[in-house]
């Protein structure tokens, strides 16, 4: 289980740009060949999402660093599928657990979401364990974000089913988003296999997706709705939420909660309800699954399963109800400081909060409505 974007997007795609480059120097510690592509899936006034794609053209190696330099203004704030830091202008990509060994013509792929001021241009150059890539940078224009502002007529209007005919946004790209009274709706469909899904929305707080993702491991995506705290966990008094939401019969996947901490060191999962094949992140695993490290913890008003583990460079922990629910109210901040009487963090800052569906796989296709939410803090 990865995790989902920590930024919020807006519909105005403003770019996109890919660049391959191939390695010829040889470095006694790198590949004596290789090429990266850096694409720009999509960008909006002050974000983006990226991807790069590690083709290894030289000798097999069981590891990679991937460097390159953002020009003033580029920052990256979270990443999937590599561990990717930032030291001015300088980001170092390095991989997973499950993606540093590389034959030759073997690629792997990892992914990040940033934010730009003044430009966000494609990085002039890139290196590979040391060794320099030099090559021509190549721009192309995205398909625009698309967002009618009503449904066309041959899409069902039933919300059960499909797209209801009164949605005031609709959107299918993977990083699409809408920003309505304070919450940001968005698309959010990441992991590798995923199929089509179609979100739609009547405000930040009514919302769904029609989804057809295969019923293969891995998640495919995290349709959500959500916040912008970047507050101290000591300078919040109040975090409560509310939901209401209707899920299909069959299925893996989840309704939860994502919140994000110290610049996405940490990640907090509030699991309201699972069916199927879905799991939480944890230090261990028998026979029946993940364990926890907590059970039967009563805090915010529901009673948990609680997990500890850890997603690439951040720390995951997972709330899971020991009952499944489409509706309730959630003490949030209770949730947050049960952590810290744990000492599994400190006084840490909490940045984006989200709630949406995350999904694995459908039977078919399937419909998730968050049918009202509420988020309220102080």
């Known amino acids: ?14 770019g996109a740009a890919a660049a391959g480059v191939v390695v010829t120097a040889p470095n006694a510690s790198a590949a004596t060949g290789c090429r990266i592509t850096y694409t720009i899936a999509n960008q909006w006034p002050g974000g983006f999402g990226a991807n790069v794609t590690v083709t290894n053209l030289g000798d097999p190696v069981s590891a990679w660093t991937v460097v390159w330099s953002y020009s003033a203004g580029q920052t990256v704030t979270q990443a999937w599928s590599a561990t990717v830091t930032q030291s001015g202008s300088q980001v170092t990509a390095k991989n997973a657990g499950y993606n540093g060994s590389l034959a030759t013509g073997a690629s792997t792929s990892f992914g990040f979401n940033g934010s730009w001021t003044g430009s966000n241009p494609v990085p002039a150059s890139f290196t590979l364990n040391g060794t ?20 066309p007529s041959s899409t069902p209007s039933n919300p059960g089913t499909g797209v209801p005919s009164d949605a005031a946004w609709v959107a299918t790209g993977a990083w699409d988003q809408w920003t309505n009274n304070g919450y940001t709706v968005i698309n959010d469909v990441w992991g590798s296999g995923a199929g089509p899904q ?19 491991s891995g998640v495919k995506s995290y349709p959500h709705t959500g916040k912008t705290l970047n507050r101290t966990l000591s300078s919040l008094s109040s975090v409560r939420s509310s939901f209401n939401v ?10 939860a909660y994502d919140i994000w901490a110290n610049n996405n060191a940490y990640e907090v999962m509030i699991w309201a309800n699972q069916h199927g094949a879905v799991g939480p992140i944890a230090e261990s695993y028998d026979a029946n699954g993940a364990v926890p490290n907590a059970r039967n913890v009563s805090v915010g008003g529901h009673t948990w399963n609680v997990y500890r583990g850890s997603n690439g460079a951040n720390a995951v922990f997972s709330f899971v109800r020991t009952s499944t629910t489409n509706a309730g109210t959630v003490d949030v901040l209770a949730v947050l400081q049960w952590l810290r009487t744990q ?21 078919g296709r399937a419909a998730f409505v968050d049918n009202s939410f509420s988020l309220d803090y102080s």
């Not at 179609?198 to 293969?216: F, K």
């Open 1 to 14: 289980m990865r995790r989902r974007t920590a930024v919020l997007l807006s519909t105005a795609a403003l």
């Open 132 to 151: 320099a890539c030099t090559g021509g940078v190549s721009t192309a224009s995205p398909t625009p974000s698309r967002t009618p502002s009503r449904t």
């Open 198 to 216: 179609t979100i739609w929305a009547r405000s930040g707080t009514n919302w769904g997706v029609v989804a057809e993702h295969p019923r293969t």
């Open 246 to 255: 209707s899920v299909p019969a069959d299925g893996d996947y989840a309704t």
């Open 343 to 363: 000492n599994w963090w400190g006084d840490v800052t909490i940045g984006q909060a989200q709630f949406g569906f995350e999904i694995t796989g459908t039977a």
